[in-house]
């Protein structure tokens, strides 16, 4: 894995950060950097019992040495990471692997040529295509919320990659593609999720202002953003 080690010091100072906040009762969110950063909570909320993960992402992060014959960049493997798959010097901090089990992972948003989708299913977990959730984003947010609002897990966490956005619509991300979601099946999936007392905390990655040099697209997402928060 690329730039191992200092991930995982990295990963260890943002779970001391999140959980402090966490253990404030706080609900935390998290803006900024790539999908490597979901090790971070997921680490943090690990040491304090059983969570899940909703991951929300035009790819599903899967890929492993399994499934693929490269690996290496944390950020297409970050939900294979977070489930104890790959080297264990990311993987399995604290002796703590897997940070999330497969059991209490749920996977939303990919395209319909997603590469990982056999082994998504082969490990369990629920999955909702970008086309399905446009179909209807309140059913795919009541399947999330059946699954992760048990009395078994003390809580979950959100990841939103913004490359689950349809191109069209946001194109400052490394991998935009076609057939993704409008805002405003964003905004009906994240509302009843974040809401759910389950929840205790969101991140955000993958936008990259370079790339949005007028602030179009960072306008619309923030006001996408404010109103799953604030609702």
């Known amino acids: ?4 080690a200092a991930m995982a010091g990295y990963t260890v100072k943002l779970a001391d950060r999140v959980g402090a906040l966490v253990d404030e009762g706080k609900f935390v969110v998290l803006l900024g950097g790539e999908c ?20 929300l992402d035009g790819h599903s992060d899967f890929r492993t040495v ?3 014959a490269y690996v290496g960049a944390a950020g ?41 989708l056999d ?24 399947g999330v919320l059946k699954h992760l609002e048990r009395d078994d897990l003390d809580g979950f966490w959100v990841h939103l990659d913004v490359d ?25 999936l994240l509302r009843p999720i974040l809401a759910s007392p389950k929840c205790v905390g969101f991140d955000i990655g993958i936008f990259d202002p370079d790339l949005d040099p007028d602030g179009r697209y960072s306008a619309e997402l923030t006001d996408t953003l404010v109103a799953v928060l604030t609702d």
């Not at 080297?87 to 749920?106: C, G, S």
């Not at 082994?119 to 295509?129: Q, V």
């Not at 400052?172 to 076609?178: G, K, L, N, T, Y």
């Open 36 to 55: 490597s950063n979901l090790l971070g909570p997921t680490l943090a909320l690990r040491r304090r019992g059983r969570y899940g993960v909703v991951y």
């Open 76 to 116: 297409g493997e970050a939900l294979a990471l977070v489930t104890g798959r790959g080297q264990d010097d990311l993987t399995d901090l604290e002796n703590l692997k897997p940070y999330v089990r497969d059991t209490d992972a749920v996977m939303l948003g990919y395209r319909e040529d997603e590469a990982y």
């Open 119 to 142: 082994s998504l299913r082969a490990a369990g977990i629920p999955d909702w295509s970008a086309r399905t959730i446009i179909d209807n984003p309140s059913a795919a947010a009541i």
């Open 1 to 4: 894995m690329f730039n191992a």
């Open 66 to 68: 399994d499934n693929d």
């Open 164 to 188: 689950i956005l349809d191109a069209e619509v946001m194109p400052a991300v490394d991998s935009p593609d076609p057939g993704g979601l409008q805002h405003e099946h964003l905004r009906q």
